[in-house]
């Protein structure tokens, strides 16, 4: 939801997954991104102006900063003129995207030392991407945040205790559980998925990395990379993983800033999503 207003907690507030959006008098639109944004686990601050964002830059250094050059007042281009002066800012990835069709446009963002350029209509799917490419260690397929029982064949559960795939792509999971793994081990997995009611995904993973009781801010647990894993199997982590994502996000017809409409079916989960992925939606 927007926020409304920088308040005075939010000072020095943490860095971690925080985006500043910026958009325009399209607010439908903005909110959609906001929400694919939020369920990828970033905390959105929604910014109608540049004007607005600069404020909330008084408060916070953001992970990013997203916003549209086609502004009110400000352009995102001042905007990000004006981020790339301070100090505290200067150094905060920056994209801009724009319908402005100006073959030089890109190039003058670019000078100004924007991260990324990005074009109406832009997928979500590539904004994620854009946003990812620009930190440090970028992860390259979305990363959803879940809860699903997982079996790991080849141990028995203490205490009847069920493990738990807290986070999955399309090339991995983290598995929450109670027993480590040595390091590098091979095992197979088998889970189900709500997209594919009776299918058996079954898998073979390494252990890449896991943590148990030296922080306990961490949920203990491992990460697990997808060593052997079907094409049919690998299609329906992927579905499922876009269908969380984008379940009740707006069609095609909310990024032309139309009112969206969304069948009973899609809210109730009972059918696949009638359209691809909607565009970028600020």
Request: charged content about 20%; overall charge neutral; aromatic content about 8%.
């Amino acid at each position: 939801m927007e926020s409304a207003g920088p308040q005075p907690a939010q000072r020095d507030a943490p860095r971690q997954k925080q985006v500043i959006l910026v958009g325009d008098a399209r607010p439908l639109r903005q909110f959609y991104t906001s929400i694919f944004l939020q369920r990828l686990n970033y905390q959105v601050i929604m910014a109608k102006t540049a004007e607005d964002a600069i404020l909330f830059l008084g408060l916070t250094v953001p992970l990013v900063i997203i916003a549209n050059y086609d502004l009110p007042q400000m352009t995102g281009l001042e905007l990000l003129l004006q981020v790339r002066r301070e100090n505290r800012t200067r150094g905060v990835p920056f994209i801009i995207y724009t319908s402005n069709r100006s073959p030089d446009l890109r190039q003058i963002c670019e000078q100004a030392g924007c991260s990324a350029f990005l074009r109406h209509p832009c997928s979500l799917e590539d904004l994620y991407a854009t946003v990812e490419a620009s930190q440090k260690r970028p992860r390259r397929f979305l990363r959803l945040e879940t809860a699903l029982d997982v079996v790991m064949d080849g141990r028995s559960l203490d205490g009847g205790t069920a493990d738990l795939i807290t986070a999955i792509s399309e090339r991995g999971m983290f598995v929450n559980t109670q027993v480590p793994l040595t390091l590098g081990m091979i095992l197979p997995f088998t889970f189900y998925l709500p997209n594919a009611p009776g299918w058996a995904i079954r898998v073979e993973g390494q252990v890449l990395f896991s943590h148990f009781g030296e922080n306990k801010r961490k949920i203990p647990g491992m990460a697990v990379k997808f060593l052997k894993i079907g094409d049919r199997e690998q299609e329906f982590i992927r579905e499922f993983i876009k269908r969380e994502l984008m379940g009740e996000i707006a069609p095609e017809q909310a990024a032309m800033g139309v009112a969206a409409t969304v069948s009973p079916a899609i809210l109730q989960g009972t059918t696949e999503l009638p359209f691809s992925p909607p565009e970028l939606a600020v």
